[in-house]
């Protein structure tokens, strides 16, 4: 194999430095459920939205579920999109909690879902199932989080923010967020 002069010199400064970079075992598995999202974010990396149908099949879910379980790999990190909105999402959770070793499980929630119709569930299911909690707010101030994600996400993300608290997260260390 032909090293490139740059390949060479990132492996110069390493051995320069005395730094030894070695491979370690796989910690985290991050799937990405697909790019629907209830909101259309000015600053979205994978540029989700709710006209978007690029979600993860069933199918896929189910493989991943299987090959997961069959690793060492000790946390699941859902993204999207809105990973709640996909079909398959709740069955996921469901089939991972039955491992016979326990696995963490981390979703990167859009708060404001669980404010709108038909998605009354997130709260109550993410708890139940000890779900860690990854959220996020532009800002504090209104103005600027409507400007990045759109009119009364601040006060839908606030609300939901309200009930998870409720419900222990923030509070109760087994209910991380």
């Known amino acids: ?22 491979r370690s075992n796989t910690k985290t598995l991050q799937l990405n459920m697909g790019k629907l999202c209830n909101l259309t974010c000015s600053h979205c990396h994978v540029n989700a939205g709710p006209n978007r149908r690029e979600l993860i099949s069933t199918e896929t879910i189910a493989n991943v579920v299987e090959w997961f379980s069959s690793t060492e790999i000790s946390t699941l990190d859902l993204t999207g999109g809105t990973p709640e909105m996909v079909p398959g999402y709740k069955n996921l959770i469901r089939s991972v909690r039955n491992f016979t ?77």
């Open 1 to 22: 194999m032909i090293k490139s002069e740059q390949n060479y010199q990132f492996e110069a400064t390493l051995e320069s430095h005395q730094i030894l970079l070695k």
């Open 101 to 177: 070793s326990s696995r963490k499980i981390i979703t990167r929630l859009n708060a404001t879902i669980i404010e709108e119709e038909g998605f009354d569930w997130v709260v109550d299911f993410l708890a139940e199932n000890n779900i860690e909690i990854i959220a996020s707010m532009p800002c504090y101030e209104p103005k600027n989080v409507e400007d990045q994600r759109g009119n009364g996400v601040f006060d839908k993300s606030i609300s939901a923010f309200q009930k998870l608290n409720a419900i222990g997260y923030g509070r109760n260390p087994n209910l991380a967020m």
